[in-house]
């Protein structure tokens, strides 16, 4: 399908070279990207002061315990690790089935995401979370498991709102603006399996302050919600890169159990406590460049 004339006008003429760079580089060997991505990576680190700065927040938050020079080494990793995500996702976007199909994503535990997917009465609702592989494995999990549907945010810039979309969808991929909560519902509803994460700060509306790494955050109670309106099975994942660059895991686990509860931070409390064990894993792949302590209970100051 072509694209509308309007995105031809000069203001998008920048963003077009990139997307021509973009398929460039996804010709280039997996090995050969991911050693550029983490050149790049570590050569931008000292040019992110505000991420950099929202980051060394974020980890002194979690990992008090660490000394200043074991964060800031984390913290580089953590960038190097955003540097392989944004190669990850023009791979993801751009690279062909055949080329794609030879980077192994093991899967492990799947058959507790099998069962419920493969189950016509059942729907999958896949609580994830933002570490910095989702693309790539994303891919394949919508390649493998279709129809997959993916509730996200939307971008600003309606070019590359359009073409991020694009990509995701010609590999089967469904993607639902997570502002759209009656097609999240009827999604549910019709027993799709739906890849949701509500790991961000997304403000104060409908939602409450729970603890993550020890600290109340503003924490979506959309989980519970729509557990509760479909009757989806919830079902916890993460998934991470292997540091030698020969793959990728991803780890499926039971569904929760009495899930929604009926108590909201309760649920909410269960999701952090899933989501910490997680990190605690791998924790430079982790997004710890999102504010995710932004929104504070009324009277306490920004820490950022």
């Avoid at 984390?74 to 089935?97: D, G, N, V």
């Avoid at 989980?223 to 991803?250: E, M």
Wanted: net charge positive; hydrophobic share 40%; with cysteine.
């Amino acid at each position: 399908m072509a694209f509308d004339r309007h995105y031809f006008a000069p203001s998008y003429w920048g963003l077009w070279l990139f997307f021509g760079f973009a398929r460039l580089l996804v010709c280039l060997p997996y090995r050969w990207q991911m050693g550029l991505a983490l050149f790049l990576g570590r050569m931008g680190y000292p040019f992110v002061k505000r991420r950099r700065q929202v980051t060394r927040i974020n980890l002194h938050i979690a990992f008090p315990e660490k000394t200043p020079e074991e964060r800031e080494a984390l913290c580089k990793r953590c960038f190097e690790s955003i540097a392989l995500s944004a190669m990850e996702t023009l791979i993801s976007w751009f690279m062909p089935e055949k080329r794609f199909a030879r980077i192994p994503v093991y899967f492990h535990n799947i058959e507790h995401f099998e069962k419920v997917h493969h189950d016509p009465h059942e729907a999958a609702l896949i609580l994830g979370a933002h570490f910095t592989c989702m693309e790539i494995v994303g891919r394949r999990i919508s390649e493998r498991y279709s129809p997959f549907y993916l509730v996200y945010q939307k971008h600003k810039n309606p070019l590359f709102e359009e073409m991020m979309t694009r990509s995701r969808e010609k590999h089967d991929t469904r993607c639902l603006s997570r502002k759209n909560v009656l097609a999240i519902v009827k999604a549910l509803k019709q027993k799709h399996s739906v890849w949701y994460a509500p790991d961000q700060d997304f403000g104060s509306e409908r939602t409450l302050f729970v603890p993550f790494f020890g600290k109340d955050c503003a924490t979506l109670v959309a989980t519970s919600w729509l557990a509760k309106q479909t009757n989806a099975r919830v079902i916890p994942c993460y998934y991470l890169r292997r540091p030698d660059f020969s793959g990728y895991d991803a780890y499926a686990f039971p569904p929760f159990s009495n899930f929604p509860s009926g108590d909201d931070y309760e649920d909410a409390r269960r999701y952090h406590a899933f989501l910490e064990e997680a990190i605690l894993r791998c924790p430079e792949q982790y997004l710890w460049q999102h504010r995710r302590y932004k929104t504070r209970p009324d009277g306490e100051s920004s820490i950022y």
